[in-house]
């Protein structure tokens, strides 16, 4: 009977096996089509995504801190203003801007300073200044910043591609306003449409094919301009983007050569303007004599009876009397054929502190374009801030003594808005701003305030010219000569009236307030 009993037990051994094989079998399968998925739906929308995000449900609502609470975020005033367009002349001490204008003239200068605001806005404003906001959960990818084509050039536009789950068909468009889209590939027929117009659609049932075919979009520019923005639309399904091209001529180098032993006669030119005090110019050529004699002078006279200055490397330009001060700041900048410029008066005095090397070399190693220096001790900083107003009433500036911080790199120098007469800068840089030459009499600060924002100023106080004396001359002669010049130095109330004026047309304010 034990042969039978054997017998009947192989069956149920193989019968085990044969479950067990299925039930494994079985598992192998779930995790497989887990696997499938998981990687085929799961992962992909995870990773990928282009489902929308659900909005909360919630209302919430939070209350805004008070703006005087909120100082820490201004630099300058006590309340935060936060960018809007309402900015108040309600610190300091507010120059009268329109009060020298006939009232009854007002209209009128109103309608033409908004007409005249009106153009300087389109010729400088960017489209760039518009924000674009990156939607949410977005499946595109696009360049960001740095797409930037020259006028009536082409690019291939960079990362442009789309990240889907799979559809029965894929389109993409494109959109621009100043260029056309071509491509760079040979795509099959039917995939592209608008090639050649500023409306490009990619159409096709492979997610692949739409990628590679978007790696080789070509942007033209068809509009010269040398400095604009063309914004490109970018759309998939619902999902839009929005990024720029910068259509930009760059600008020419000019270059100055230093010669093979980097002189500093080769980098510098020093200019001046004279009128009446030849005296005190003589003294101030020879201060500088002792220390650079090589060194160009360029002079910008404009007294009743020129008197002629002699020397080497010296350059005397005679004006019509009384031009005035700015005027033959302008005729003296316009002479210079040397990478800087110093700017010093008639009535300063070279000394062994008088070291120009040490402004070149914060020049030649910051991106400072104007670094002031000390006038016996005076830095005369004055940094400005300028906030936004309405387009009606115009925009407000406010000066205030000192500097905004410390320059890197050079423990001596602060970054600041105004300096003293005596400073280095660069020559393209100052004749790009220029001096306005109805500021006939005392000016100077205008100059940086038609250069804010065009200008990076510093100054430093190891670098120490010095003034000579203000003590009135015993030589009867000279004495006349200095009362003379008094005269025309001081400033009628017209000039005054003239300053205010232009404050409020040309810089379009509506009050200019000293702190």
């Not at 497989?32 to 609502?61: C, D, E, Q, R």
């Not at 006669?265 to 500088?288: A, N, P, Q």
């Not at 001060?325 to 002479?335: H, I, K, P, T, V």
Request: proline share 6%.
């Amino acid at each position: 009977m034990m042969p039978l009993r054997k017998i009947q037990e192989i069956p149920s051994m193989h019968q085990f096996f044969r479950i067990s094989s299925l039930i494994m079998s079985v598992l192998v399968l779930i995790l497989f089509l887990t696997m499938l998925i998981y990687t085929k739906f799961i992962m992909p929308s995870s990773l990928l995504p282009v489902m929308k995000i659900k909005k909360h449900s919630g209302n919430w609502h939070l209350n805004l801190t008070p703006p005087e609470k909120l100082s820490f975020l201004s630099p300058y005033r006590e309340i935060w203003i936060n960018e809007k367009n309402n900015c108040s002349c309600n610190i300091g001490a507010p120059l009268p801007l329109t009060k020298t204008y006939d009232q009854k003239d007002m209209l009128a200068i109103e309608k033409r300073r908004k007409i005249q605001f009106e153009q300087h806005r389109k010729r400088n404003e960017s489209p760039l200044k518009n924000i674009i906001i990156a939607q949410p959960n977005s499946p595109l990818s696009y360049p960001i910043h740095g797409a930037e084509v020259m006028p009536l050039q082409s690019i291939v536009i960079p990362g442009l591609s789309v990240f889907a789950i799979e559809r029965e068909e894929y389109t993409v468009k494109l959109t621009v306003t100043q260029g056309v889209f071509n491509t760079i590939a040979e795509v099959p027929q039917g995939v592209l449409k608008g090639l050649g117009d500023k409306e490009l659609t990619i159409t096709s049932p492979h997610l692949e094919l739409i990628n590679a075919v978007l790696k080789y979009i070509t942007y033209t520019s068809k509009k010269y301009h040398i400095d604009t923005v063309d914004i490109v639309s970018f759309q998939f399904e619902e999902h839009v983007a929005e990024f720029p091209i910068i259509i930009r001529q760059p600008p020419m180098p000019r270059l100055f050569d230093p010669g093979p032993d980097n002189d500093i006669s080769s980098l510098v030119t020093i200019t001046t303007k004279t009128f009446l005090r030849y005296h005190k110019l003589r003294i101030l050529i020879d201060s500088i004599r002792r220390f650079y004699p090589n060194m160009m002078i360029i002079i910008a006279d404009d007294s009743e009876v020129p008197e002629k200055i002699e020397g080497p490397h010296i350059e005397q330009y005679i004006m019509p009397f009384a031009k005035g001060w700015f005027a033959g700041r302008n005729l003296a900048a316009s002479q210079v054929t040397t990478k800087y410029l110093l700017w010093v008066d008639e009535d300063f005095l070279f000394t062994k502190d008088t070291k120009v090397e040490k402004l070149v070399e914060v020049l030649e190693n910051t991106n400072l374009d104007v670094v002031g220096a000390s006038v016996n001790g005076n830095q005369f900083q004055f940094k400005l801030w300028y906030e936004k107003g309405n387009d009606d009433d115009g925009d407000c500036l406010f000066s205030k003594p000192g500097s905004f911080h410390a320059l890197d790199g050079f423990p001596n120098c602060h970054l600041t808005s105004v300096v003293v007469n005596f400073f280095l800068a660069k020559t393209s840089k100052i004749l790009s701003v220029g001096f306005d030459p109805r500021l006939a009499r005392v000016a100077h600060p205008e100059f940086f305030i038609d250069g804010l924002g065009r200008l990076l100023v510093g100054s430093c106080n190891d670098v120490i010219v010095s003034h000579q004396t203000t003590m009135s001359p015993s030589n009867n002669t000279l004495k006349a000569i200095e009362e003379k010049y008094a005269k025309y130095r001081r400033r009628a109330q017209w000039e005054t009236d003239l300053k205010h004026r232009l404050h409020y047309f040309k810089n379009h304010l509506k009050c200019y307030s000293k702190i």
